[in-house]
């Protein structure tokens, strides 16, 4: 049977899915109309979702609880002499239920400014402080280190970042530093 006959045949009938008298009368088959209306579904889903990601709300484990002990982030700066010439700041956390005495996990977060900083997205000083009090993780001490800049040789110039080559290279070096 050809496609117009079917639409005929099927209009007449009733039985066209997703395809009105109009789509029958161009000579559009309804496996084409169905894979528009797939592909259509898809999309709007996909656009659903993606709207999704930017609703995203920090759970209450990255705020700060009343009555929950802070820990201390202590901010420094350092000189490689492994990647000669460069320089980064780095931050450590200490829970405030830290005890000397006992040997403590350590966590260390590369790109660590973006890891410590209490009003971005991460807050992971905040979060390990509402864990450790709840007793659902050890005291842990965090070390945050940002990937190291070469400073800039004058005003006119920008300094030069060194995140692609400490992060990609296949070297020992970043594990050396």
Request: hydrophobic share 35%; net charge negative.
């Amino acid at each position: 049977m050809a496609p117009n006959d079917y639409f005929k045949t099927a209009t007449e009938k009733g039985t066209v899915p997703f395809c009105s008298a109009d789509c029958a009368k161009s000579g559009q088959s309804p496996a084409v109309l169905n894979r528009t209306l797939l592909m259509l579904a898809a999309w709007i889903a996909i656009s659903a979702s993606l709207q999704a990601a930017d609703d995203y709300r920090l759970g209450p484990d990255s705020e700060k609880q009343a009555g929950v002990p802070e820990g201390k982030v202590t901010e420094h700066h350092w000189t490689s002499k492994v990647f000669p010439g460069t320089e980064r700041d780095y931050w450590v956390y200490v829970p405030k239920q830290y005890d000397a005495a006992r040997p403590a996990p350590v966590m260390v977060f590369q790109d660590g400014g973006n890891y410590v900083d209490p009003k971005k997205d991460f807050r992971v000083p905040i979060v390990f402080d509402n864990l450790i009090h709840k007793k659902e993780i050890p005291p842990v001490i965090g070390i945050f280190i940002n990937p190291g800049v070469v400073p800039a040789a004058s005003e006119e110039h920008k300094p030069r970042q060194n995140r692609s080559f400490e992060y990609d290279s296949l070297s020992p070096q970043y594990a050396d530093f």
